[in-house]
């Protein structure tokens, strides 16, 4: 049994990795990682910086290929059709990475065409988008002109446009002030439950907020997986972040 | 369709948003027209001195043949044209990949559903655009002048093809360079040494054999352009530009499979 036939037996998982590795050169990123991402849920992807998280994300949507192990992303390998599973994805990526030379709602028009809206369609998803992230004031001015939390909800935007079933948000408050923060996390809030969230953070405050679940990533390995309280409320929580004793797998 | 014409359409806004595009856009014309009028008052003082040498008042019959507008200022304007859009060219192609790879945006771009080939293609579309408005621009002050001179629009569409079809291949070498870096200074540079060391072989005849010679003579850009600048347009020189690009884009496909798979 395939991956693919075996993620179609498994309906209710968004995201499923089994055996997953990826290397760079003598760098393991990943090792070996098994993982499955319910459904309808905001989960939580956990890891001090270099723990394989981004990696992970990369491998989800497709932009890398894994160098042994399978993955499907709603029932769909990205590895051999990312046009498949980036057709039901919206990606968050950290503050910045926009189109700093476009206005908001152009960047939005280009999103949403890029993903094939068009028409009064492109039009009623960009205005209900810009309202959900209360983004009116500054729809028509430039991206960079923009304070990180206005850029950071911009990101947002972009990525819920579409309707998508599964989106990941690498990061998102990274950079931000605490009222931002504050900000970002409650429009996420607004979210859970309508569709699945994989939130990739380091900040455990906000993994307790948003995440029903998380799994928590170590020099590549996945070291602990289940509900967040019972993972994070753990007396040696803070250990499974601390480096291995066997130092990052090569 | 439509995630490639939005990518078109993001690219153009992206492209005319900076100052880089008019920059060059008013550098090339102004180089271009400074050389242009710097010919054309030499020729003229070349035709006063002939005029005016025959003691029996202003004469233009004493005028040679050789002393033309065509030769004394269109045709080293068009190759100086060609010098110039070596130079400008890889300005332009520099950041079309490699400020995307720089700033993470590239990861947006393939997140957005379109496919590497789309996002290619659209990005050489609008860089042509760009070279054939850049030209076009630089263009104006040379043909108006030489179309009083009786050359014909055949001949100028001819030379403007040839120069046309030499710009977008400078581009194509430029967004190869630019596809595989995430340096825009890396890219300029790398793009300005493959052009240059593509766009003419003849210096290297005297140390190679006859067969090695003739193979890079056909590889060479700029013997490619000389028949379009005598108002002949060859299928074979047109199909080389052609090919020429269509590797170029091949090549850039090639580098998001290799970021795929990246070591």
């Keep these: 049994m395939n991956a693919a036939q075996q993620a179609q037996d498994e309906p209710d998982l968004a995201i499923r990795a089994r055996g997953l590795s990826r290397r760079f050169g003598p760098y393991l990123a990943l090792d070996a990682l098994d993982l499955d991402v319910p459904e309808r849920q905001t989960y939580g992807l956990l890891g001090a910086n270099g723990a394989g998280k981004t990696t992970f994300i990369r491998l989800v949507t497709g932009f890398l290929l894994p160098s042994a192990g399978s993955i499907t992303v709603q029932g769909r390998s990205p590895a051999t059709d990312p046009s498949a599973v980036q057709a039901g994805l919206g990606f968050v990526m950290e503050t910045s990475r926009l189109y700093e030379e476009l206005r908001v709602r152009a960047f939005l028009r280009f999103c949403g065409g890029a993903r094939s809206l068009a028409g009064a369609e492109l039009d009623t998803a960009i205005d209900a988008s810009i309202e959900r992230f209360r983004l009116e004031p500054v729809a028509d001015r430039l991206i960079g002109n923009l304070s990180k939390g206005y850029q950071q909800r911009v990101s947002l935007a972009q990525a819920f446009l579409h309707d998508p079933p599964l989106v990941i948000v690498d990061e998102p408050t990274s950079g931000l002030d605490p009222v931002q923060q504050n900000e970002v996390q409650e429009l996420l809030l607004g979210m859970r439950g309508s569709r699945t969230i994989l939130l990739c953070t380091h900040d455990l405050h906000e993994a307790r907020s948003l995440a029903s679940r998380v799994a928590v990533l170590n020099a590549g390995r996945l070291v602990a997986e289940g509900d967040t309280a019972e993972i994070l409320g753990r007396d040696d929580a803070l250990s499974l972040f601390r480096e291995l004793p066997g130092g990052s797998p090569t | ?263």
């Design chain 2, 1 to 263: 369709m439509r995630p490639l014409l939005a990518l078109v359409r993001k690219e153009f806004q992206s492209l005319f948003g900076a100052p880089t595009a008019y920059l060059t856009l008013t550098m090339v014309a102004l180089v271009t027209a400074l050389i242009f009028f710097d010919h054309l008052r030499l020729y003229n003082q070349v035709l006063f001195l002939y005029a005016t040498s025959t003691m029996y008042g202003f004469d233009t019959d004493a005028v040679p043949d050789y002393v033309n507008l065509w030769d004394s200022v269109f045709f080293p304007v068009m190759e100086t044209l060609g010098l110039t859009l070596l130079g400008a060219v890889p300005l332009i192609t520099m950041r079309v990949f490699a400020e995307e790879r720089s700033r993470g945006t590239d990861e947006l771009l393939v997140t957005t559903n379109l496919t590497p080939t789309q996002i290619v293609l659209a990005k050489f579309l609008v860089t042509f655009a760009f070279i054939a408005l850049t030209l076009s621009v630089s263009f104006v002050y040379p043909a108006a002048a030489i179309e009083q001179g009786g050359l014909g629009m055949l001949h100028l569409s001819a030379v403007f093809s040839g120069l046309l079809l030499l710009g977008l291949a400078i581009g194509s070498v430029g967004l190869v360079c630019s596809a595989f870096t995430s340096s825009q200074l890396v890219a300029a540079v790398s793009g300005w040494a493959v052009a240059f060391v593509l766009w003419d072989f003849s210096w290297a005849n005297a140390f190679l054999d006859e067969g090695t010679a003739a193979f890079l003579e056909q590889v060479a850009l700029h013997p490619r352009f000389g028949s379009f600048s005598e108002g002949i347009v060859r299928l074979e020189n047109v199909v080389y530009f052609a090919a020429f690009a269509l590797v170029a884009m091949a090549l850039a496909r090639f580098s998001f499979d290799l970021r795929r798979v990246g070591a």
